[in-house]
């Protein structure tokens, strides 16, 4: 089975990020690019199920970045993954959710996978929309929040979280399935899987080379930016020592009675 | 974009909340664009919700009674889409509702922005504002280049308020179509009680709980005193304190409530991003050091094993008084 795992790259999750007054834009300079925490889970879902089905099936890694990424989908690498495939082309930069589904698409089409396996999100977008667009695009099923993925006769069947506990949910082969972090623990990347990832391919590919008609990257944009202005700053507030509980919970009431909560 | 739709979500008839602010709100845009607002409701208990949905402010409620789990509703909501013409989809920021507004957008091949906390309207052209890098900046998109665009609202945002419409019911034929996904069951591990994203005040608990007892005892008796949910940070969740659907922050849920009570959280980088737009936010911490004194409105340092059950007396006190 061909397993295809989509991954995106990320400021740092740990930087404090600041947005430069006069371009407003993200100051990059100091804040490390990342592998997308949720999308390690993505594979470490796809590694498991390599093994487990011991079979001869491949993981690759797919990833629409420029090419300075190619360091971080190593990373995908060295954890496991067998090869990878970048999109890195000017032509897709600024994408809007739209565009990048469409291009990310086109990109996986090209590789023809039984699975595809995603991350529920990134950490810096936050929209949850992409497994479900990629599914739409591609035509093939999309089964999201997936906490359990097994396949078996040609079917993927998985455990969907919902709010209240989860579902049971399968479809036939290929789909699209996003994880969530409660499927797996991801593993570290052995130094054996580093020196080895070195090895590996990494297949980059242009905008022309999956056959890409339509225009998307910041111009084909269908959700454009038009505004970026930060907040005013939050007043930092009181801080109270509480001799005492009683003295410590009427302060907090008296608190909310100020702001008509109570 | 002329006309608003709201997808309607619903369990077995029963509405989400979420989906009635998108009803509430569907109609002010509209009004805005001088176009209509409607409903879409599918599956299983669809003419029930229809029923409740009588008591806002929409044009047509569009009915599919058929059940195909996502697929339905994507379909119901393409053909109330293509017969209204050019739109405005909301859908509620939830599992459902991203999955629902995500695959119309990829098939209809329009915009679709995420989170949205406010609308602006001009000449036709619709703009959502959307926090972006856990509030850190405020983005505004202009939904273009197509006849439809799909926005999902932020729970807990927009006010949901019943004032009836017209509100003609409308039935959508059922397709006919097979369903590609396959439900075999579905099984409820815990009560349904409000989630952390909908709910106006959430009382959230970090490491400093020590265990998994006070988020069932003493956090859930503060949270049920506001009528409110129990969150949790990463910390908590990972202990295996509190489930993940608890979870606050990067890797859990970016929610913006009225009240948010951190208890026990030191307020790193990857929590507050989670819930830095909360309206107002209090602290309880041994620390009055901790990182989350530089962005709470009170911090109070001390013990929350002795603060939070003395608080949750004085709350239910002032809540008998008004009552
Ligand atoms: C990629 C990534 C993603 C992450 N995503 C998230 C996320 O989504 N959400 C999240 O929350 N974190 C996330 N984290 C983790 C985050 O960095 C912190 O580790 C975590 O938020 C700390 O949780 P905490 O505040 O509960 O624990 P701690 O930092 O250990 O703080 C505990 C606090 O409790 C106080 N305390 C102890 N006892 C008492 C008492 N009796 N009374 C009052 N106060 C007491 C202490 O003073 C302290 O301030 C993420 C980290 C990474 C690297």
Sequence with gaps: MKILVTVKLVPDTNADKRIDPATKRLVRTGVETVLNPFDEYAIEAALQLKEKLNDGSTVTIVSMTPASGKEIVRKALAMGADDAVMLSDDAVAGSDLWGTAVALAATIKAQSPDLVVTGTQSTDAISGDLPGMLAEKLGIPGLTYARKLEVDGGRVRVQRETETGYMTVSAPLPAVVSVTKSANEPRYPSLKGIMGAKKKEIKQLAAADIGLTVAVGTDGAKAQLTDLATPPARAKGHVIQAPDAAEGAKAIVQFLKDRKFL | ?323
């Excluded at chain 2, 709100?25 to 409903?39: P, S, T, V, Y």
């Excluded at chain 2, 053909?79 to 209204?84: D, H, N, P």
């Excluded at chain 2, 509030?135 to 006010?159: E, H, M, Q, W």
Aim: hydrophobic fraction near 45%.
């Design chain 2, 1 to 323: 974009m002329k006309n608003v739709i709201a997808y309607i979500e619903h369990k077995h008839g029963t509405i989400r909340r979420s989906s009635l602010e998108a009803a509430t709100q569907a109609r002010a845009i509209a009004d805005q664009l001088g176009g209509k607002a409607h409903a879409v409701v599918a599956g299983d208990g669809a003419q029930q919700a229809a029923e409740t949905l009588k008591k806002y402010p929409l044009d047509q409620i569009h009915v599919m009674e058929e059940e195909r789990f996502i697929d339905g509703a994507v379909d119901a909501v393409e053909a109330v889409a293509k017969s209204s013409g050019p739109s405005l989809v909301l859908v509620g920021n939830t599992m459902i509702g991203r999955d629902v507004g995500s695959r119309f957008a990829a098939r209809v091949d329009c915009g679709i922005n995420a989170d949205v906390v406010d609308f602006k309207t001009e000449g036709g052209e619709v703009s959502c504002v959307m926090p972006k890098l856990g509030g850190l900046v405020i983005t505004t998109c202009k939904l273009t280049g197509s006849d439809y665009g799909v926005a999902a609202i932020r729970p807990n945002v927009f006010a949901a308020k019943e004032t009836p419409g017209a509100g003609e019911i409308v039935q959508i034929p059922s397709s006919g179509k097979a369903s590609t996904v396959t439900v075999e069951d579905e099984v409820e591990e815990a009560a349904a009680e409000l989630g952390v994203e909908e709910a106006s005040v959430v009382v959230s608990g970090g490491r400093g709980m020590g265990g998994p007892e006070p988020f069932t005892t003493i956090l859930k008796d503060l949270a049920d005193a506001f009528g409110g949910a129990v969150g949790a940070s990463r910390a908590a969740v990972d202990a295996g304190w509190v489930s993940h659907g608890h979870q606050v922050g990067q890797t859990g849920k970016t929610i913006s409530p009225q009240l948010y009570i951190a208890v026990g959280i030191s307020g790193a980088i990857q929590h507050k991003v989670g819930m830095r737009t909360s309206e107002t936010i209090v602290a309880i911490n041994k620390d009055a050091g901790a990182p989350i004194a530089e962005f709470a409105d009170l911090l109070v340092a001390g013990d929350a094993f002795a603060i939070v059950p003395e608080l949750t007396k004085l709350v239910r006190d002032a809540k008998a008084v008004h009552a």
